[in-house]
T-cell receptor, first 109, second 114 residues
């Protein structure tokens, strides 16, 4: 059974900081890994999708890396903004999506 | 254009009632899912269908019955609702069973059982 862990559970930073969110998983035989953002009371917005054969993906200020052998992924957010405040979810695709419990990010103006 | 849509967005009902949530995707995907997000915000899969066929059923009480009339729709019917069924239910779709293009999630249906 696949287990997905996200650290930290919550993070509060001042605006402008660069930050890293971590995701670890127990079984490396994954198809891909997807990072989502969830705003309070809202649905899931896909941020980045990394295939199992890839090492990283970038979109704007976001960069996600994948190290399958160690069962880890990181989401790097550069120059954080208050609008980045949300819960970030890591989903590991292992014939279905296994989600971590999320990292709640608060970026203070 | 809404890729994955769900109705209703909010559902408030009494214990013991039967209710349905509808989901539609216009992405031409073959695979659809239902996920439940509990009060601790943890998302867990309930069901998965591929081309109208059930492929994943995760130890969900049989009061929950998914139905896929065609591959663009996956509805969720819940009988004899209980307090513990209160949660947000998300529908999702993917290109294929391997979700090679990732997952696309609907906006969620917040179910409150009183």
């Amino acid at each position: 059974k696949q287990e997905v862990t996200q650290i930290p559970a919550a993070l509060s930073v001042p605006e402008g900081e660069n930050l890293v969110l971590n995701c670890s998983f127990t079984d490396s035989a994954i198809y891909n890994l997807q990072w989502f953002r969830q705003d309070p009371g809202k649905g899931l917005t896909s941020l980045l999708l990394i295939q199992s054969s890839q090492r990283e993906q970038t979109s704007g200020r976001l960069n996600a890396s994948l190290d399958k052998s160690s069962g880890r992924s990181t989401l790097y957010i550069a120059a954080s903004q208050p609008g980045d405040s949300a819960t970030y979810l890591c989903a590991v695709n292992f014939n279905k999506f296994y989600f971590g419990s999320g990292t709640k990010l608060n970026v203070k103006p | 254009d809404t890729a994955v849509s769900q109705t209703p967005k909010y559902l408030v009902t009494q214990m013991g009632n039967d209710k349905s949530i509808k989901c539609e995707q216009n992405l031409g995907h073959d695979t659809m899912y239902w996920y439940k997000q509990d009060s601790k915000k943890f998302l867990k899969i309930m069901f998965s269908y591929n081309n109208k066929e059930l492929i994943i059923n995760e130890t969900v009480p049989n009061r929950f019955s998914p139905k896929s009339p065609d591959k663009a729709h996956l509805n969720l019917h819940i009988n004899s609702l209980e307090l513990g069924d209160s949660a947000v239910y998300f529908c999702a779709s993917s290109q294929d069973v391997m979700a090679s293009g990732g997952g696309f999630f609907g906006p969620g249906t917040r179910l409150t059982v009183l």
